[in-house]
């Protein structure tokens, strides 16, 4: 089974300051099709995640241009650019290239 | 609008029975594989199961392996988990969530809003 390890597990950033999360993978889900089988998430208290960036670095339709994905491999990040008070939530990362999938521990992202 | 929606939850003793049902709307409900995803409280989250659009395959975490079971009625547009020897350990949220695209292997979307799941005395 492939674990997913995300860093740090709590993150304090200034309004307008630059978060980064950091997510790992055991095994590499990089595809032969030339993608990364790994997906972003956010989830506010009380609802369900809601999805941000698939394969690694697409952002779904609606979501703001100031979170962007990348990384490749085993090693991959999220950047929320500016943070905004709207973004107070805890974030997951997913890999879908096995089945069952497995997901991180999630980063818990709070204003400073 | 594409929607999924569970039901079913509940209280139930240690060794009990529940099912849990998902009724989806908006998309062709048998092109797609449907998953349940699980969140203790305060925890974060865990894959359950899978079950390809057929019906024909399906997966499970070790956690509930011999103990769940994942099936659908694409007649009735409706997922289900047939959860048996139930463990404290199982409490959580327990979502539907719906493959993004026809392809086998997907990220979720969209999700549904969840059931509850207490296994207590």
């Known amino acids: 089974d492939i674990v997913m390890t995300q860093s740090p597990d709590s993150l304090a950033v200034s309004l307008g300051e630059r978060a980064t999360i950091n997510c790992k993978s055991s095994q590499s889900v990089y595809s032969s099709n030339n993608k990364n089988y790994l997906a972003w998430y956010q989830q506010v208290p009380g609802q369900p995640p809601k999805l941000l960036i698939y394969?690694?670095?697409t952002r779904e339709s609606g979501v703001p241009d100031r979170f962007s994905g990348s990384g490749s491999g085993t090693d991959f990040t999220l950047t929320i650019s500016s943070l905004q008070a709207e973004d107070v939530a805890v974030y997951y990362c997913?890999?879908?290239?096995?089945?069952?999938?497995?997901f991180g521990q999630g980063t818990k992202l709070e204003i400073k | 609008e594409v929607q999924v929606l569970e039901s079913g939850g509940g209280l139930v003793q240690p060794g009990g029975s529940l099912r849990l049902s998902c009724a989806a709307s908006g998309f062709t409900f048998s092109s797609y594989a449907m998953s349940w995803v699980r969140q203790a409280p305060g925890k974060g989250l865990e894959c359950v199961s899978v079950i390809s659009g057929s019906g024909d395959s399906t997966y499970y975490a070790d956690s509930v392996k011999g103990r769940f079971t994942v099936s659908r009625d694409n007649s009735k547009n409706t997922l289900y988990l047939q959860m048996n020897s139930l463990r404290t350990e199982d409490t959580a949220v327990y979502y539907c969530?719906?493959?993004?695209?026809?392809?086998?292997?997907?990220?979720?979307?969209?999700w549904g809003q969840g059931t509850l799941v207490t296994v207590s005395s």
């Open positions: 997913q890999q879908y290239y096995t089945t069952p999938c497995s």
């Open positions: 969530a719906k493959d993004a695209t026809e392809q086998w292997r997907n990220w979720f979307d969209p």
């Open positions: 394969w690694a670095s």
